[in-house]
C-alpha cells in the first residue's frame, strides 16, 4: 500500500493528579505500547502536564499541530 502519512508524530498529554486523566492513563499502560509498535511510522511521546486535562496533540505534514481534548475518556473502552 502506497501513500504518504499524513501524521508524523501524536503527543499524549496528561495528569497523573485529578480524575479526567483516568481513562487515558489506562490506555497508556494497555493499549499505548501496541499501537507503538504497531505504527513505527509514528513518533508517539507522553508527556505529564500536571493540573490540565489530557488531549492528544497531532503534528501533520499539511498543519502544524491539531489538539484534541480527551477529557473523562471511558475506561471501558479501554
Known sequence: MGGVWQLQKLIVSYSDWGGSSRGII??????????????????VATELIRGQHPH???????VNYYDAPIKR????IC
Open 73 to 76: 475518556l471511558l475506561l471501558s
Open 56 to 62: 492528544l496533540k497531532g503534528f501533520y505534514i499539511t
Open 26 to 43: 489506562a490506555f497508556m499502560e494497555s493499549h499505548l505500547p501496541a499501537f507503538k509498535e504497531l505504527n513505527p511510522q509514528l513518533e
